[in-house]
């Protein structure tokens, strides 16, 4: 595979293909790789490369003319005109301009520009090149990031690098590039070698970290499973962006566990909550609160919905209007339908009262046999001071992997007491609407977060 490098600065290309993978596949002759200056296409005598833009502003942009004879040289006897003495065309030379308004780089599109037996590089410098030398010499605007370089030459040899290794023979070992089109749309699983133990110093304390146990119980199966958990679990926790498009394999499915909605319990806490003045109070039950949150809870599909207050009188209330609503016929059909995990949660009832929220932590603790997740919401950003925030997808990506319950708290009266619930470890963003008027009632709040989180978006439908 050749690569043609279209450079004023072609010091900068050299020396970074010397070493390594890809300059040891340059002393066996799988890859070329030459540079081009358009500085030797002026006939000028201050060998000019760059002007003014047309329309004014700060920088410099490349000239058309010595760019366009550089292109053209690079691209040698490779052009779509060109052909051999016999008439066979020749492979026409793929020209790519590294810009950060081009199509971004993936790895797919590695593979593809791979597949091609000559690349011309074109890099810019200044504020970029005259607008008439893509339209004529480029085939295609490739960006390696969201962020502006001084110049397309480290792009270059990212893609040079990048193509360079998919080459036949370059990576020593036929199994590396296997390895990831095996795991193609994931994160790679944590790679660990020698010693075992290895001891260290951390922030001036001695520490121990070991391999983790599976990696070298010789069980090439439990090997292979604990490496696809850790991909897809660090997939989603560090870009839910590639989780989302990732479809689970069989074998992943069993690998994950019960769907979240089905292991996350709602609480709405009636104590220890504020009043208006900033006073600890107990809320009154309110029934629409009973019904419309065991809707929203059926509707979604959670385990259970929790009704939180130390006043005995005030529970017993909370479950008569539950039984009465549970009495119904068609209530009823659907609130005992038997999990589809295996979360013993589904079989209790689905509406249930505690005397405080660490009542129900330690109910779920016990169900589950590990503590669920325990997510604040708050209208107000700056309560839970302790806990990080979340938005429903970050909150998704990281709860959806573990198999921990998740238990989502809803207050009343003027918000959760935020110190006096130190269970709390997440909270989520508050629903901000387009006033600054901020007084959703606690229904509609549940109800709104509830299908941020579970809701299927309606392009899905
Ligand atoms: C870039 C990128 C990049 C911007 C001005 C070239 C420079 C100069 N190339 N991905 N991001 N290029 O910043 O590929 O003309």
Sequence with gaps: MKFSVVTI??????????AGVVGRARDAGVITVETVNPRDFTSDRHRTVDDTPYGGGPGMVMKPEPLLAAIASASGGSTPEASAADGTPTPRAHRVLLTPAGRPLTQARVRELAQRPHLVLVCGRYEGIDERVIELAIDEEVSIGDYVLSGGELGALVVIDACARLVPVVLGEATSADDESHSAGLLEYPHYTRPP?????????????????????????????????????????????????????????????????????????????????????????????????????????????HIVTPVTSQ???????????????????????PPKSGSRAGALALIRTADAIETV?????????????????????????????????????????????????????????????????????????????????????????????????????
């Design 9 to 18: 600065l072609p010091e900068l290309i050299e020396p970074a293909l010397a």
């Design 361 to 461: 932590v330690a109910e779920l603790t016990a169900e589950y046999g590990t503590a669920p997740l325990v997510v604040a919401t708050s209208a107000r950003s700056d309560s839970f001071p302790g806990a990080p925030r979340r938005s429903p997808t970050e909150l998704l990506a990281e709860a959806s992997l573990d198999p921990a319950p998740m238990l989502l708290v809803l207050g009343t009266g003027w918000g959760l007491a935020d110190h006096l619930i130190p269970s709390v470890s997440r909270l989520l963003a508050p629903i901000e609407g387009a006033s600054d008027w901020n007084h959703l009632s606690v229904r509609s709040a549940g109800a709104i977060l509830l299908d941020r989180l579970f809701g299927r978006p309606p392009e899905e439908r």
């Design 315 to 337: 529970r017993e209330k909370a479950a008569h209007i539950a039984s009465l609503w549970l009495e119904d016929p068609d209530t009823k059909a659907a609130a005992r339908k």
């Design 197 to 305: 133990k290895l001891v260290a110093d951390r922030d001036g304390e001695k520490v121990e970290l070991e391999v983790p146990a599976v990696l070298a119980s010789g069980n090439h199966a439990a090997i292979a499973a604990w490496r696809r958990a850790q991909s897809l679990q660090r997939t989603a926790t560090r870009r839910p962006d590639l989780y989302a498009r990732h479809r689970l394999t069989d074998a992943e499915k069993k690998l994950a566990p019960p769907p979240l909605h089905a292991r996350t319990h709602l609480a709405l806490v009636h104590h220890p909550v504020f009043d208006r003045t900033g006073k600890i109070v107990t809320t009154s039950l309110t029934n629409f609160d009973i019904h419309d949150l065991a809707r929203s809870t059926m509707t979604y599909g959670l385990a259970a919905y």
